[in-house]
């Protein structure tokens, strides 16, 4: 052990190793975050200052765009900034704290989804005992108790992660820092890690899965006891992209965190993260606001108040001129 190198930083995967390619995916990743951060600030923005929308629905779907909106700031503008620039280095303070905002906003995001789909299924199939059952403030204990054991389970796995030395080598196979890239760096022994992060991701992963699947055949059941159509097909068109977006985060993520350590680093596996650490951000505020015609009436009225005060505002300067 005395010979082996500790390393104090690591080194993270770039997006390709042609000068012109690295310029061309960190500008189309940067263009898919501005336009997610854009898409998920509108939709705080929106269900926050329109009264209508101050509903159990739209205040989880509120808590949901602020979460994606940070998930995808952690990853992101590092990697593309890093592509930019040629610089793949990243502290080992650094990488911990990528670490565990990565676990802790998955982990809030995916619970989240799952408060969503029970929500839905309460105002679909017991719509007598909605306002009863998500009133205010079992919205509010539902997300404190993602959030809370969120701290606990990114918590959990980080600590116990970095508890190990780093000696192998330096080079994570992946554009921002997970915990299966890292345990293969690691000269100790990794099989009780391994055990734990399969564990407590097959856990709540299946959990919220199983409970979501639950929740929308209910749903399903109930949609098709409706007896205009046109109403069927507006509660599958809202259902099943959010079906597909889950999918698409549980498969990926699945995939990556639970296949054996000798089989990571691949090209397959960066694609993969992206399907888990960007995409679902990116595809939420498509699902919930552009298909969503309370929301883009919203946007309307509130595009129409902002330009009349503008109105306003100019008048008022060109009398005083």
Known sequence: MSNLTIFTEFLLMGFSDIRELQIMYALLFLLIYLATLMGNLLIVVVT????????????????????????????????????????RA????????????????????????????????????????????????????????????????????????????????????????????????????????????????LGVGAGCFAFITASYVHIFSAVFKFPVKADQRKAFSTCVPHIIVVSLFVVSGFYVYLQPSSHSGSIKDLVLSVAYSIIPPFLNPIIYSLRNKQIKEAVRIQINEAAKI??????LLKNKA
Not at 310 to 315: D, G, I, W
């Open 90 to 201: 990243i502290s080992i303070t650094g990488c911990a704290a990528q670490v565990f905002l990565v676990l802790f906003l998955a982990y809030v995001e995916f619970t989240l989804l799952t408060v969503m789909a029970r929500d839905r299924y309460v105002a679909l199939c017991h719509p007598l005992h909605y306002p009863m059952t998500m009133n205010p403030q079992v919205c509010m204990q539902l997300t404190l108790a993602c959030l809370l054991t969120g701290l606990l389970y990114a918590g959990f796995n980080t600590g116990y992660t970095f508890r190990l030395p780093f000696c192998q080598s330096n080079e994570i196979h992946q554009f921002f820092c997970d915990i299966p890239s890292l345990l293969t760096l690691s000269c100790a022994e990794t099989f009780s890690n391994k055990i734990c992060i399969g564990a407590s991701v």
């Open 310 to 315: 503008a109105m306003k505002r100019m008048l």
């Open 48 to 87: 926050t200052l329109d009264r209508s929308l101050h509903t159990p629905m739209y205040f989880f779907l509120r808590i949901l765009s602020i979460v994606d909106a940070c998930y995808i700031s952690v990853t992101v503008p590092k990697a593309s900034v890093n592509s930019l620039v040629s610089n």
